[in-house]
């Protein structure tokens, strides 16, 4: 996304603050936004919201998708994926699901239930495994039985390279690209500083959003398909993406967890560097600049929003419904050290507003909004207190 930059010597500390802004909290670095609304946006104005419990008793869950009869399919980390019914009620795990890596940020991650599943059945999952010479992320779908208590047939698609030592920074989301056979999986860069360069290396999938098909294969419009650099790479210079999600117009969306702020909302495109790790707008956990300290440089894209402090992005989606009409078109991003779901208004690919929704509700690890149009977020805690809320208007 080509923006028009504005100088950063010429502007004072977040010139744009007319008007009121979400309480973010103390930022850890000093840069200037490069354009109005990159960051601390107006805070938009909407209903009172709370929350509700819909079931607790989880055990770390990490991905949540609706079925077509209603009910939900949730992934628990450690290994387990479950069925949940619109009342709560859990099934025991769910056999033939692959074998993951339950280590540090590993084990089992996303799902997605596919588009055509009333015809093929398929649950797409991602997953840490565990392979010679350490950890990768890897995706793929299985055959729901008809009583739901078995998926078979398990194929994987995509397998991350090379190994890390490093079992964290795993990302990782799936997303069907609408109008095509191909999925979006996206990756992290597994975080250690020797690690997290590979970001940048296009022999790498480290810090990437991955772009095959159903077979894993990179269709031949990749962009580096016959060029320098992995087919399956669609974009690249990420850091560990836990969101990603299609809007009405069909335009992919990520946020990316950053360093000590930088945490980035960006609009992938074929090709695109997109960062990390030499470019930023946080800092290194331990108060170092990240690469070369700055935050723009020539030929790497700007996010489209980023936070400093973090919100540590969950899963996201765009929100589209009756239960909340003032929310249609915005997207909602669970945020796990805010406690609560980010809504970010936007407006011809620029944020135009953020509102914090249900601060208090808990860790949010994704969000799912129903066909009902409810608002449904995972809580990422231990047994028994990881869980199912309902985001409900206060009357
Ligand atoms: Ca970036």
């Known amino acids: 996304m080509q923006k028009t930059l504005i100088a950063a ?9 007319a008007t009121a802004q979400v309480e973010q909290g103390e930022a850890n670095a000093d840069f200037q936004p490069a354009f109005e609304n990159q960051t601390r946006a107006p805070e938009l104005e909407g ?92 995706a793929g779908y299985g055959i729901l039985s008809e009583d739901g208590t078995e998926l078979t047939d398990w194929t994987e698609i995509f397998e991350q390279a090379p190994a890390s030592s490093v079992p964290m920074h795993f990302g990782s989301r799936i997303a069907f690209e609408p109008g095509s056979d191909n999925v979006i999986i996206t990756t992290g860069e597994h975080s250690a500083p020797a690690e997290r360069v590979k970001a940048q290396d296009l022999d790498t999938h480290y810090g990437k959003v991955i772009r095959v098909d159903r077979e894993g294969v990179a269709p031949a419009d990749n962009p580096f398909v016959g060029e320098m650099g992995l087919d399956q790479i669609w974009s690249y210079g990420h850091r560990n993406i836990q969101s990603a999600a299609y809007d009405a117009d069909d335009t992919l969306w990520i946020v990316e967890h950053g360093p000590a702020g930088g945490d980035e909302l960006n609009q992938p495109e074929a090709g695109l560097n997109y960062g990390w790790p030499v470019i930023s707008y946080g800092i290194g956990y331990n108060g170092n600049p990240i690469g070369t300290g700055e935050a723009v440089q020539d030929g790497m894209e700007q996010p489209v929003y980023y936070w400093d402090p973090v919100i540590a992005p969950g899963g996201m989606e765009f929100y589209s419904g009756d239960v909340f009409p003032e929310y249609e078109g915005d997207l909602l991003i669970g945020g796990l050290v805010k406690a609560a779901v980010v809504r970010l208004s936007l407006d011809d690919g620029e944020v135009t507003g953020e509102e914090w929704l249900a601060p208090g509700v808990g860790r949010v690890r994704d969000v799912e909004v129903t066909s009902d149009g409810d608002v449904l977020v995972l809580i990422d805690a231990p047994d028994p207190d990881g869980a199912v809320m309902r985001l409900v208007r206060d009357e």
Request: a negative charge; aromatic letters at 8%; proline letters at 7%.
């Open 9 to 17: 010597t010429a502007v004072a500390a977040f010139p744009f603050t």
């Open 47 to 138: 209903p009172d919201v709370s929350y509700e419990m819909v079931t607790d008793g989880l055990d770390a869950p990490w991905g949540i998708a609706e079925l077509p009869s209603g009910a939900f399919l949730v992934t628990e980390r450690p290994g387990r994926l479950r069925m949940m019914e619109a009342d709560g009620s859990l099934s025991d795990a769910i056999s033939g699901t692959p074998e993951v890596a339950a280590v540090n940020q590993g084990g089992l991650l996303d799902v997605a239930v596919d588009d055509n599943f009333d015809e093929n059945r398929e649950v797409w999952l991602t997953y840490a495994k565990e392979i010679p010479g350490g950890y990768v992320t890897a």
